[in-house]
């Protein structure tokens, strides 16, 4: 079964600095997502992405983040200046369609600590 | 926006007993409706989903049923096993396509 891949699977940073989180969607899909999912709380939107930009974000998505695709399989997310409240798991997801109806394949995620 | 809420936050029952969650939604617009299991540490996983114009859809031991006029649905498994213990979070799609997930239902099947 087609996965979506994330690297790395944790990541500890110190306040301030950047990261980029790195995840390889399923090859056919078209529509790319990520949510972050703070611990022990529900799963949160931040940005969905298709035909290389941005099509919806959330208002968690401020300047501190931005994504890109830098090639035909990698989809990033990038924080600038990490704070401690940016500590959570990051999913990166993807559909085959964009809208009602479709469910997503989420990707393991990647562990955030900003320490 | 869509807001969501499930209940109950937890639910306790015995290995073979049958659970329900139920997720009600505000956006009318909504016509997704899947439900995602999320085990410890893992990714959350769609496992069942159901579409406005179907009341009920089942897979095995869980099935999904939508009541529209009310704007809630409910996730329903049978004879539950150990390995169902999870975090179940449902996540309506409404107008703007994004799904909204609800707080997640953590459910204990005691063996």
């Known amino acids: 079964e087609p996965e979506v891949t994330q690297t790395p699977s944790h990541q500890v940073t110190q306040m301030g600095q950047e990261v980029i989180l790195r995840c390889v969607p399923i090859s056919n899909h078209l529509y790319f997502y990520w949510y972050r999912q703070i611990l022990g709380q529900k799963v949160e939107f931040l940005v969905s992405f298709y035909n290389n930009e941005i099509s919806e974000k959330s208002e968690i998505f401020d300047d501190q983040f931005s994504v890109e695709r830098p090639d035909g399989s990698n989809f990033t997310l990038k924080i600038r200046s990490t704070k401690l409240e940016d500590s959570a798991m990051y999913f990166c997801?993807?559909?085959?369609?964009?809208?009602?109806?479709?469910?997503?394949?989420f990707g393991s995620g990647t562990r955030l600590t900003v320490v | 926006g869509e807001n969501v809420e499930q209940h109950p936050s937890t639910l306790s029952v015995q290995e073979g007993d049958s659970a329900v969650i139920k997720c009600t939604y505000s956006d009318s617009a909504s016509n997704y409706f899947p439900w995602y299991k999320q085990e410890l540490g893992k990714r959350p996983q769609l496992i069942i989903d159901?579409?406005?114009?179907?009341g009920e859809k089942k897979d095995q031991r869980i099935a999904v049923t939508l009541n529209k006029t009310a704007k809630h649905f409910s996730l329903h498994i049978t004879e539950t096993q150990p390995e169902d213990s999870a975090v179940y979070f449902c996540?309506?799609?409404?107008?703007?396509?994004?799904?909204?997930f609800g707080r997640g239902t953590s459910l204990i099947v005691h063996p």
């Open positions: 159901i579409r406005s114009n179907v």
């Open positions: 996540a309506p799609q409404g107008g703007s396509y994004i799904p909204t």
């Open positions: 997801a993807s559909s085959s369609s964009f809208g009602p109806n479709y469910g997503y394949t």
